[in-house]
């Protein structure tokens, strides 16, 4: 009894999993205005879901109270995520200020803040940004990260989209949720007032190594409390087990394996492999799995973006590593039955929450329903021997010999059926396109059965055929397909930026059947252990495949 109390009580040590942070670099924000009379206040409309309406009751505002302000409604003239410089230059030429929004989503929020400290800080024009209430938090650590901390947002509720004239009217003469303070009270203000002192600090680029010594108990607590586990229990990462995972590679243990960000502009923090060990001994990974664990690293792709659209990663392995290390391509390749497919894939969302500065819903995480797929991120290797096709990373440009793991992004929307049955199998299968994500991109995901079916049927002996009867089958008249609303915050935009195929399809008449998912978007695997023809499509979008023999 005394020994096993003498156990408990031990102290031990293990290392830190988190990674080092950007450098912040501190910004001057541009002098303010002594009034607005007279003056003219560009409106930015971000192009997200009905931010302009919300604009169009702060223009009204104006003209009907402070009728001397002059205020010009424009548009970026891309997606959010995209600078536009001349834009800029037409705000710092012809404006006195400026009022960019809205940001309510947790990728725009980010933008939002980025684009008006630019316009503030480097263009030399005073701005304010607006966003909705619940990114508050978002908006605040972007803006510390972009180097002016200080840098006046403001709020109103949450949302935006689908709400009336009157209701949006009342947004504006309403009350910030967060401050208390009235909206328009504070975007004057924040135009024509002094801003508050600077807290913003010079990063500290160091983290720990090691976590402070206590009993295991107190530190699987320590590692729930302070967010670095998925909330499942994890193997603590002493010196002992993370130096078994380091033997595993040839890579010296201080190198930088690459970066990660839960969205663009959050700022990008480092990892090393080290970190990454640390990471996946916690996931319980074998030393053997390794590589492929520091070959997602360096994908600079996270598994634990902060989108609200709840998207997960899709990780599939090709190549001879998938038999050396014995994951699982055949029966229940994509559940939880195989230690290989399940560890590397929850050491991929683990590393990157840690290793990005956080994910914590309200804050690092605005996933608004959240992504079950997300604990291993539906990791599985594609059952080559049994494919009638070349793998998927032979596909990519790789060689058959090569070991490889790709990265496909979304798995948001799925459509799922039995075989393909003779006599309309096509209609069935436009069916299924239609219920696929049509801002992502559809993965077949076949078993065996089925991938010979679709040679049987459709005459599909190269996997390029099948892929171009694909693209040529999914359509939509236009005018349906650029009113999902999906579309209309990151297609729409890029149509209007002349970007093909996308500018093209826009031109179309509504009645116009388009083609809506680009071929080279198209991907086909094959996986399963042919107990039946059961197949699927995953709305996911490729993003990358990485040589998992550069990592050994």
């Known amino acids: 009894m005394l020994d096993t109390v003498s156990k408990a009580a031990q102290k031990i040590s293990v290392l830190n999993p988190t990674g080092y942070p950007p450098k912040v670099t501190k910004k001057s924000a541009a002098a303010r205005l002594s009034t607005l009379d007279g003056k003219t206040v560009y409106l930015v409309d971000c192009r997200f879901d009905d931010s302009i309406e919300l604009l169009k009751q702060i223009q009204a505002w104006f003209t009907e109270k402070m009728p001397s302000v002059k205020t010009k409604m424009v548009s970026l003239s891309n997606y959010y995520g995209h600078d536009d410089p001349k834009l800029w230059e037409e705000i710092k030429a012809n404006g006195d200020a400026a009022i960019l929004g809205v940001g309510h989503c ?9 684009h008006a400290i630019m316009v503030d800080t480097k263009y030399g024009v005073p701005t304010v940004s607006l966003h909705t209430e619940i990114f508050d938090r978002v908006v605040r650590s972007t803006a510390r990260v972009q180097g002016l901390a200080h840098m006046p947002a403001i709020f109103v509720p949450q949302p935006v989209m689908g709400k009336s004239a009157a209701e949006l009217r009342a947004y504006v003469d309403g009350k910030d949720p967060v401050t208390g303070v009235p909206v328009m009270q504070e975007i ?34 320590l590692f729930l409390e302070n967010h670095w586990t998925d909330n499942l229990p994890i193997v603590l990462p002493t010196e002992e087990r993370v130096a078994a995972m380091l033997a595993a590679t040839s890579h010296p243990a201080d190198k930088v394996v690459g970066r990660m960000q839960m969205t663009a502009n959050r700022g990008w923090w480092e990892c090393t492999v080290e970190k990454v060990a640390v990471n996946a001994v916690m996931a319980g990974c074998n030393p053997e799995y390794f590589p492929v664990v520091l070959a997602l690293a360096s994908s600079e792709l996270s598994a634990r973006s902060s989108t609200s659209s ?30 290989a497919n399940a560890t590397i894939g929850r050491a991929y969302g683990l590393l990157s929450m840690n290793t990005q500065g956080g994910s914590v819903p309200g804050e690092t995480y605005m996933g608004s329903i959240g992504n079950g797929y997300s604990y291993n991120n539906l990791t599985f290797a594609e059952n080559e021997e049994r494919s009638p096709w070349e793998p998927l990373h032979v596909q990519k440009g790789f060689k058959p010999e090569d070991s490889t793991v790709s990265i496909f992004w979304g798995a948001r929307s799925t459509t799922f059926n039995l075989g393909l049955r003779e006599k309309h199998w096509r209609e069935h299968v436009t069916d299924m396109l239609r219920g696929t994500d049509a801002q992502a991109r559809p993965c077949l995901i076949l078993d065996p059965i089925t991938a010979r079916q679709f040679i049987d049927r459709g005459g599909f002996v190269k996997k390029a055929d099948l892929i171009q009867w694909i693209h040529d089958t999914a359509q939509r008249p236009a005018g349906e397909y650029w009113d999902l609303q999906l579309i209309q915050n990151y297609i729409y935009p890029r149509a209007t930026y002349g970007e093909e195929p996308f500018a093209g399809n826009l031109a179309q008449p509504a009645e116009q059947m388009i083609r809506i998912f680009p071929l080279a978007d198209i991907n086909v695997v094959v996986v399963g252990g042919e107990s039946n023809g059961y197949w699927q499509i995953m709305g996911a979008t490729y993003r990358k495949t990485i040589s998992v023999d550069a990592w050994r």
């Open 106 to 114: 947790s990728t725009c929020a980010p933008a939002v803040t980025t």
């Open 188 to 221: 004057i203000e924040g135009l024509t007032k002094g801003l508050a002192g600077d807290t913003t600090k010079e990063t500290d680029r160091s983290t720990p190594r090691l976590v402070a010594p206590d009993t295991e108990e107190n530190l699987h607590r």
């Open 310 to 339: 709840s998207a997960s990663s899709m990780v599939i392995v090709n190549g001879p590593i998938r038999k050396q290390i014995n994951m699982n391509c055949g029966i229940g390749a994509m559940g939880p039955y195989n230690h």
